[in-house]
Structures are given as C-alpha cells and as structure tokens.
C-alpha cells in the first residue's frame, strides 16, 4: 500500500501573516484562495511585484508597524494606532516623535533591558550548577 502525502496548505491570513503583509491590501486571488507551504516557499524566495511593494510601501500589520517605531504592539494600542499604516505614515510620527511614541520606545528599551538582565542571570545561574 502506498499512502499519498497530502499537500499541506494554509488560510489566507496565515500565509499573510507569515509574510509580514496586512491581508486586506493582498490581491483578491491570494485573499479568496488556500495557499500551500509550497507556494509560500515561492512567495518568499521569488517575490512578485505586488509582494515587493507591499513590503516597502505597506500597507504594513500591526507586528511590523510595531517593529518599526520599535515599540510593542500594546504599545501601539496605548498610542492610538489601531490600524495598518504605511511606510509613509509610519516615516511621518518618526518624525513627528509624538510624547506616547517616546515612552513606549523608552519602556520597551527597559524591557529589553530586564529580558537582557534575566537571561544573564539564568547563564550564570547555570554555569554554577555546572561547577557543582
């Protein structure tokens, strides 16, 4: 007996969110259809226009848009943005620096810096149980 390997596939949204591309601005043929893990492959390797563009231009997800003002996605919350930017926007309130997006970029600094501090006391923690 020989078993046939179905092709694994993925909704929209996933395929979308693995990308880092908000879904709403994908093409109607990618938003209406199933995508398997190796179209996805291909997306990625061989990006199409509509791929590049949405990617330099956006209309961006909130992930990405958080990792560009290097803030989190809470973070974005408490500031307003509740929506998909685009590269232009997301450039705009960089240069405009407002108050919200100031402390959210100083406490997720401090979160890095408290995640940087843990990780180097379970290191070292580790390293003495090692000794023992």
Known sequence: MSSQQSTQTMKPAT????????LDAT??????????????????????QWLVTLR?????????????????????ARGGVTEALT?????ALKSENPEWLQQERATQADVRKENVRIKK??????ARRAQQ
Do not use: C, M, N, W
């Open 121 to 126: 006391k379970h290191a070292d923690e580790a």
């Open 87 to 91: 590269t232009e926007q997301i450039e």
């Open 56 to 76: 330099a231009d956006g209309p961006h997800p909130r992930p990405v848009v958080a990792q560009k003002l290097g803030v989190s996605i809470a973070g974005l």
């Open 15 to 22: 395929a979308a969110k693995k990308l880092g591309v908000y």
């Open 27 to 48: 093409p109607a043929e990618f938003r209406d259809g199933v995508v398997s893990r190796a179209e996805l492959a291909a997306l990625e390797s061989d990006p199409p």
